[in-house]
């Protein structure tokens, strides 16, 4: 019987068995031992009942046990539900009886919250728990040791839900998004498809160049015009999307492969985020990628600078706090980021300003900014520059799955104006789980209703302004926060910042800008107004300033500007509003 990860662990154990998956401190875990941990906790799950279908909780920090964990509920047909560990009592019972989960395996570090919950998850009936012992649950090590390696002969097929992972909630209560293998084998298929046409018209600066392991007459080849013709012809792109997939992964590109390991790190996303969580079935897939994680739960710039240090990644992947918590570190001028040929943004958009750091830090680098959601699986764009001057500000580069933009009457809008981005393709999801009537507002005639807010610029590039429920409108006028909040930004002594609107009797709703300030700066509200007035126009400009320790953030760093409404959001009166114009 075919078990889709199942065949993909074997095949990469057998072909690749030294091969490293992940490097965790002084850890460096195999496809061989992976294999073989997986299918042991595999063979205990289908002991305890568990059996095809049933939805399991997998909460771990990045670390070895997630892949165990999450490889063994899928040799069982299961489904691993991925749960945020900073979750209250609260929203771990939310998230565990919504789905119906039926057993929760997590790390004693979490003991607290979910002991809290325990009584209020009437469907989770086995718990086990890795670390210290605890009543009525089993033993994460103890069943690894009393089961043997033989899989269970559990068939799952391309087309079966391999994950539901849960929105973040900034549009109401978290959404479970069900992707199946096949919503991934396309990703990997949209993804390398959709570089093709990039790699066209791309001019390599010499700095990059010295950092490829290629002879010179190969990447002047590369570069050479019929090769870029070429690449710029959609038959060609077509082929190659299909063809370069099945090759990856392959026995034979296993084999050539072993020993030339690449490495990646995405220190400051969790992997019960869809944007590192599809590194899980894509990984199997190719076969030869080792990731490199962090021992430390909480992002800490530090060592991750000493880990890039030591262990040489490719590819560097940061949400755009991240980066910024990177970039400034005090001593980062003292550590070799030089192996770092790949700087990868997501879950965010990163502005030009962020990037210009990122290239005047790590030379001879290329900056991938790739876009999307977690219903998309997660990526839907890509934009690469290779140096400064290409930056452009809010672009995400073109799409590489089909794409539109269309106003409130669903009919699609010209180049240059701004709609709703849609999406059409085997990257989109199977819906929200137990949640039909969210499933058909969101996916209406085949298109996935993103609720971003952009436009294609005269490049053909996908710029994106906002999110469609964040834009506020102050009598008639559309105002986009991310526009006033990158501008508010540069001001000397602002470290965050999160506009929002509230309500006001005269315009209907006024700009409110709620403010971090750096350690010790003293900030002034109305010099900060007063000073908005030759940067934006007059309706854009905070008409209330409110200033905050910290703010409430998502588990890849971004704030919630949902909570931030909720807690700063009260009504600005006549009088105020008067005063402040």
């Not at 300003?353 to 030379?363: E, G, P, V, Y």
């Amino acid at each position: 019987m075919a078990n889709f990860i199942g065949d993909h662990l074997d095949k990469c154990a057998k072909h690749n068995p030294d091969g490293c998956y992940l490097i965790y401190g002084d850890r460096r875990c195999t496809w061989k031992e992976l294999n073989l941990r997986a299918k042991r906790l595999a063979s205990a799950l289908k002991a305890m009942g568990i059996e095809k279908g049933d939805k399991v909780i997998l909460m771990f920090h990045n670390c070895p046990e997630f892949f165990e964990a999450n490889y063994a509920i899928q040799l069982v047909g299961a489904i691993p539900v991925p749960m945020n560990y900073r979750f209250t009592a609260r929203e771990i019972v939310f998230q565990a009886e919504h789905c119906g989960a039926v057993a929760y395996i997590f790390e004693d570090i979490w003991m607290e919250a979910v002991l809290a919950a325990k009584p209020d998850m009437k469907s989770v009936k086995k718990y086990i728990l890795r670390g210290k012992k605890h009543r009525g649950m089993k033993s994460y090590e103890q069943l690894m040791d009393q089961y043997s390696a033989n899989s269970p002969d559990v068939e799952t097929s391309v087309d079966d839900i391999c994950v539901i992972c849960y929105t973040g909630g900034t549009t109401g209560m978290p959404k479970g998004v069900m992707l199946t293998y096949a919503n991934h084998v396309r990703l990997l298929e949209s993804m390398i498809s959709g570089i093709l046409p990039r790699l066209s018209n791309i001019e390599i600066p010499p700095g990059i160049r010295g950092k490829l392991d290629a002879p010179d007459w190969l990447l002047s080849l590369a570069t050479s015009k019929p090769v870029r013709y070429l690449l710029g012809r959609q038959w060609l792109q077509t082929t190659l999307g299909n063809l370069v997939p099945k090759a990856i992964g392959t026995p034979l590109s296993l084999k050539l492969s072993a020993g030339q390991e690449i490495k990646a790190m995405m220190p400051s996303f969790p992997f019960f985020h869809d944007a590192a969580y599809q590194l899980c079935i894509i990984g199997p897939i190719t076969g030869n990628m080792a990731l490199v994680c962090p021992t430390s739960i909480s992002f800490n710039p530090e060592e991750v600078l000493q880990l890039i240090e030591k262990e040489k990644p490719q590819l560097l992947g940061n949400v755009p706090t991240g980066w910024k918590l990177l970039l400034k570190h005090p001593e980062i001028k003292n550590y070799d980021l030089s192996s770092v040929l790949i700087a990868a943004t997501g879950a965010g958009v990163a502005p030009a300003s962020l990037k210009h750091k990122i290239f005047d830090h790590i030379n001879g680098v290329i900056i991938a900014d790739i876009f999307g959601q977690t219903e998309m699986t997660p990526a839907t764009t890509m934009r690469l520059d290779l140096s400064p001057a290409t930056l452009k500000d809010r672009c995400i580069g073109k799409p590489f799955v089909e794409t539109k933009i269309v106003n409130e009457q669903d009919q699609e809008v010209a180049p240059g104006e701004t709609g709703e981005i849609v999406y059409r393709g085997g990257t989109v999801m199977q819906g929200y789980y137990n949640e039909p009537d969210k499933t058909q507002e969101a996916i209406k005639n085949g298109w996935f209703h993103s609720g971003d807010l952009g436009y294609i610029d005269v490049d053909g590039d996908l710029r994106i302004l906002e999110r469609k429920n964040e834009c506020i409108s102050s009598g008639g006028e559309k105002i986009f926060p991310h526009e006033i909040e990158e501008i508010l930004g540069t001001y000397d002594g602002i470290d965050e910042v999160c506009v929002i609107g509230v309500p006001d009797e005269t315009w209907g709703s006024s700009v409110r800008a709620v403010i971090q300030h750096k350690i010790g700066v003293e900030l002034d509200e109305q010099a900060i107004i007063d000073w908005c007035k030759d940067k934006m126009a007059g309706y854009k400009k905070p008409k209330s300033i409110i200033f905050t320790e910290q703010f409430p953030v998502t588990a890849v760093g971004k704030v919630q500007r949902g909570k931030v409404r909720e807690l700063y959001g009260q009504p600005l009166s006549n009088v105020e509003t008067e005063l402040s114009n």
